[in-house]
């Protein structure tokens, strides 16, 4: 029996964050989307630290925020690291700064498969339709233009569904980023491996700390020690890639063996027994994950998350990247169906925008790689960027968090959100001042008006998520470009 021709407004491939929040924020639009996903959910996946900027910006503007709080995810009030010079641990907060009450100075470790099968679920509440088992194999075209997706089904056979929009948010394992033009670039920085499984009965950080990603620096490498739930922890050793040898032949000797030279996370699974079951049974290595997209968007076609982009976990900015592109990209569909401004202008500014947080992260990680220099350092070096009259802990507390934290104070109803509203706006100023040192020079660490703007941004889509219209008229990141609506769902024309 043959099918009538299938026609949506938008395709998304992926059902991960960055596709089911797309998803979510266009059919909040009222525009017809379809979620491909190659698995049923719920499903693994890796990625389980996330920051607050994902949970109180992004989230709060689909709506799925209050879901997550009723989740019980194991709130993430900061790091710890024993990272650096340094042999002692040290600890960031995300409330360091004693002007923010705390409310959403947390984020959450998340179980992959719960969080993604919330945001998906959410996505399809807000309108949108979902299939799965069903794997996209190549994009359909005409001319220049992407019109549409053939899949397969779980029964094999072959189906093509046409759309105005393909969005690509299938991540790593992406098999349509190349037809968007250009090439996937491996960065020659980022080069480690990541090996990683799952245990129960580890120890966690004394309270309040006991929720905060653990990450310990160590001769190979690095470890990562996430706490799922009060039972079960991620740990995962990155290894630098002339140690790859190291993670080579039986994966449970080779993961024991780098836990050895790993005194401190050795301390915390001595108690401990590796999961050998269910969807945390298995070992896992994952490579080659450090890259960017030389192009994320032709006409019809345009690349979100790890489908365009991610650098080195260690920062935890995967799910963050791929939820803000989503905002990003969903901004630029809606504008652009709604003929509000041209589709060029409004994919360039997705891609400005993404292309410059991606940017930030990767420039703030290679100094952070710098291990012959204590936390001091990076706390100076951070406190020299910002300019501002926190300690140097706060100074790097803002940083690392993007916006999160220093911009809110929530400890009421209405006036905090005016209180915010000037915060924000305090916090916007004295960004703009840290962009050059005393002399006028810009700031070293990295390219201080790439942070400038990044935390700009932060600051827009976190306030407008909590105060909407009430944040006041917008201003174009860059010369000439686009601003955001009131809502923060649509660009508009700058400002003539
Ligand atoms: P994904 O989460 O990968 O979702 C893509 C979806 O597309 C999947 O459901 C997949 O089944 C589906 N799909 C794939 N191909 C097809 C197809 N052909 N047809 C239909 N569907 C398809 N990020 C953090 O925020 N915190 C961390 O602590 C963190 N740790 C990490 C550790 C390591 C070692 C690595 C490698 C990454 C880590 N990340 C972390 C990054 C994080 O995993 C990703 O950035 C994030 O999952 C990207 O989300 P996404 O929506 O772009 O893609």
Not at 11 to 39: D, F, Q, Y
Not at 169 to 188: C, D, I, W
Not at 406 to 433: H, T, W
């Amino acid at each position: 029996m043959s099918e009538g021709r299938q026609e949506y407004d938008v395709v998304v491939v992926g059902g991960g964050p960055g596709g089911s929040t797309l998803a979510a924020l266009v059919a909040m639009r009222g525009h017809r989307v379809l979620i491909l996903e190659k698995e049923t959910f719920p499903r693994y996946q890796i990625g389980e630290s996330l920051l607050p900027s994902t949970i109180h910006g992004v989230c709060r503007m689909t709506g799925v925020a209050e879901k997550l709080a009723a989740a019980g995810f194991t709130p993430k009030k900061g790091g710890t690291f024993r990272w650096g010079a340094n042999a002692e641990p040290w600890t960031f907060s995300f409330s360091v700064s004693p002007k923010i009450a705390g409310a959403t100075s947390h984020a959450y470790q998340v179980e992959r498969s719960k969080f993604d099968n919330i945001l998906l679920e959410h996505a399809v509440e807000k309108g949108a339709e979902v299939r799965f088992r069903v794997s996209v194999t190549d994009v359909l075209e005409d001319g220049d233009r992407v019109t549409g997706v053939r899949y397969t089904d779980a029964d094999g056979a072959e189906h093509e569904v046409h759309a105005r929009y393909v969005v690509d948010a299938s991540g790593n394992g992406s098999r349509l980023h190349k037809r968007v033009g250009g090439t996937r670039e491996y960065s020659q920085f980022f080069r480690s491996l990541a090996l990683f499984g799952y245990f129960e009965g580890g120890k966690r950080l004394p309270a309040p700390n006991s929720g905060n990603i653990l990450s310990v620096a160590f001769e190979s490498g690095w470890f990562w020690y996430i706490p799922l739930t009060p039972d079960l922890t991620s740990v995962g050793a990155v290894v630098r890639r002339e140690n790859a040898d190291k993670i080579q032949g039986d994966p449970e000797r080779a993961l024991l063996a780098l836990i050895d030279e790993c005194p401190l996370i050795k301390e915390y699974l001595s108690d401990a027994t590796r999961v050998t079951e269910g969807q945390y049974g298995q070992l896992r290595v994952r490579k080659d994950y450090s890259y960017h997209q030389t192009t994320f968007w032709r006409p019809g076609l345009v690349l979100i998350g790890d489908a365009a982009c991610f650098v080195d976990p260690v920062f935890s900015s995967g799910v963050h990247l791929a939820t803000y592109s989503a905002l990003l990209a969903a901004r630029s569909i809606s504008s652009s169906l709604a003929g509000i401004v041209s589709e060029e202008a409004a994919f360039t500014e997705f891609e400005a925008r993404y292309r410059r947080e991606y940017g930030v992260f990767y420039e703030f990680l290679m100094s952070f790689y710098d291990m012959h220099v204590d936390e001091n350092s990076y706390f100076w070096s951070a406190k020299k960027v910002t300019r501002n009259q926190h300690t140097e802990l706060e100074s790097f507390v803002e940083l690392v968090a993007g916006v999160s934290s220093s911009e809110f104070d929530l400890d009421g109803a209405e006036s905090a959100a005016l209180r915010m509203k000037s915060k924000s706006a305090e916090f916007v100023s004295a960004i703009d001042e840290m962009s050059a040192d005393a002399e006028g020079n810009m700031t070293p660490l990295f390219r201080s008006s790439a942070v400038r703007q990044a935390m700009q941004e932060g600051a827009q889509v976190q306030s407008r998520a909590f105060l909407g219209e009430d944040l006041g008229p917008d201003v174009p990141m860059f010369p000439g470009g686009l601003i955001t609506s009131d809502d923060g769902m649509l660009w508009q024309p700058g400002p003539a």
